[in-house]
């Protein structure tokens, strides 16, 4: 597994930021999406995204994947891993994590970083209508709710799922949290998260009067003010420090009992190299692969204006070996 950054798109902002913005998607051969509402155990809902290909009883693998913070499955990796899985002709899913699908959620709770028992629900719901083996990605925040989940059911894990793949995760949700809200992380990556954050957060609040303060919410600055008011008191936090130490996979992938990928840049601008697991700190089947370039979820490759199939090929190639 190698990757190797163009020389024309040099350093982990520019890395970051013009993937997702300008870098080419091969649309032609991404498969339309089909869209299906699930009801969740408490009475809500989520939005899953299934590729076209997509059958009930199937026995071809499928390739499921978590998005990251404010993604969905049109987000440019997403759709670079929809191609992939269309080319391996593999079925492919996004389910959406609550809010994420541009409708708001029913319930008084939106989404948060190690919200294992969502994964779990909506992979043995996967299990139970797809006949074939279930591989999982998990991007960013996303990949530290599957790696949560994959170290807290530990041998139940290997009952879904055949391997699972972090990419670029915060898999230390504090020290990632502090870095995007520093210099120019702060005023461009926490603008754009807060940007549409903060509306939905306030969208909750109409729905349900009373739910946080809805002052303390206006005047949050970065995402330790948010997740201090909202994300961590609504899913049972006692504040930030507490929702982000909780919340972080990286303390228990001792556990993890499955094959898992965890596949990091170490020029991301937002998750600190030195916050990055320690091979003698996760468990044996952790694959630890930590690129020098990337950036956050970018892996550009090509001739400008590039293209973002590198990391679904890397990370495909590692997965591959486990549908045997």
Same mark, same amino acid.
């Given at each position: 597994?190698?990757?190797?950054?163009?020389?024309?798109?040099?350093?982990?902002?520019? +890395? !970051?930021?013009?993937?997702?913005?300008?870098?080419?998607?091969?649309?032609?051969?991404? =498969? /339309?999406?089909?869209?299906?509402?699930?009801?969740?155990?408490?009475?809500?809902?989520?939005?899953?995204?299934?590729?076209?290909?997509?059958?009930?009883? +199937?026995?071809?693998?499928?390739?499921?994947?978590?998005?990251?913070?404010?993604?969905?499955?049109?987000?440019?990796?997403?759709?670079?891993?929809?191609?992939?899985?269309?080319?391996?002709?593999?079925?492919? /899913?996004?389910?959406?994590?609550?809010?994420?699908?541009?409708?708001?959620?029913?319930?008084?709770?939106?989404?948060?970083?190690?919200?294992?028992?969502?994964?779990?629900?909506?992979?043995?719901?996967?299990?139970?209508?797809?006949?074939?083996?279930?591989? &999982?990605?998990?991007?960013?925040?996303?990949?530290?709710?599957?790696?949560?989940?994959?170290?807290?059911?530990?041998?139940? /894990?290997?009952?879904?799922?055949?391997? &699972?793949?972090?990419?670029?995760?915060?898999?230390?949700?504090?020290?990632?949290?502090?870095?995007?809200?520093?210099?120019?992380?702060?005023?461009? *990556? !926490?603008?754009?998260?807060?940007?549409?954050?903060?509306?939905?957060?306030?969208?909750?609040?109409?729905?349900?009067?009373?739910?946080?303060?809805?002052?303390?919410?206006?005047?949050?600055?970065?995402?330790?003010?948010?997740?201090?008011?909202?994300?961590? =008191?609504?899913?049972?936090?006692?504040?930030?420090?507490?929702?982000? +130490?909780?919340?972080?996979?990286?303390?228990?992938?001792?556990?993890?009992?499955?094959?898992?990928?965890?596949?990091?840049?170490?020029?991301?601008?937002?998750?600190?190299?030195?916050?990055?697991?320690?091979? !003698?700190? &996760?468990?044996?089947? &952790?694959?630890?692969?930590? !690129?020098?370039?990337?950036?956050?979820?970018? *892996?550009?490759?090509?001739? =400008?204006?590039?293209?973002?199939?590198?990391?679904? +090929?890397?990370?495909?190639?590692?997965?591959?070996?486990?549908?045997?």
């Amino acid at each position: 597994m190698q990757y190797i950054a163009p020389q024309w798109l040099p350093g982990g902002q520019l +890395q !970051t930021i013009w993937p997702a913005l300008f870098a080419r998607h091969n649309n032609t051969r991404t =498969p /339309a999406y089909v869209r299906s509402r699930w009801t969740t155990p408490d009475g809500d809902f989520i939005d899953v995204d299934e590729a076209a290909i997509f059958q009930s009883g +199937q026995k071809t693998p499928l390739l499921v994947m978590f998005h990251g913070l404010e993604g969905s499955s049109q987000s440019h990796y997403a759709r670079a891993m929809a191609t992939y899985a269309s080319e391996q002709g593999w079925s492919f /899913a996004v389910p959406h994590f609550r809010g994420c699908s541009g409708e708001l959620n029913y319930a008084p709770r939106a989404y948060h970083s190690g919200d294992f028992a969502e994964i779990d629900w909506i992979l043995k719901r996967f299990k139970l209508q797809h006949a074939g083996p279930l591989i &999982v990605v998990g991007i960013s925040m996303g990949g530290n709710a599957l790696l949560r989940w994959a170290a807290e059911t530990q041998s139940e /894990a290997k009952k879904l799922v055949a391997a &699972v793949a972090a990419v670029c995760s915060p898999l230390d949700l504090a020290a990632s949290g502090h870095a995007i809200g520093r210099g120019f992380n702060r005023l461009v *990556y !926490t603008r754009m998260f807060m940007r549409t954050m903060v509306p939905k957060a306030l969208a909750k609040l109409q729905q349900y009067p009373g739910l946080f303060d809805r002052q303390s919410l206006l005047l949050a600055k970065d995402l330790y003010d948010f997740d201090n008011v909202f994300t961590g =008191p609504l899913h049972g936090f006692d504040g930030t420090e507490d929702y982000w +130490q909780r919340a972080s996979a990286k303390p228990i992938l001792q556990d993890i009992k499955v094959p898992a990928l965890v596949m990091n840049a170490l020029n991301d601008p937002f998750v600190p190299a030195n916050s990055l697991p320690e091979s !003698t700190k &996760v468990s044996k089947n &952790v694959t630890l692969h930590y !690129t020098d370039r990337g950036g956050h979820v970018g *892996y550009t490759q090509g001739l =400008p204006p590039g293209n973002v199939h590198a990391m679904p +090929q890397l990370v495909g190639a590692w997965l591959r070996q486990y549908l045997t």
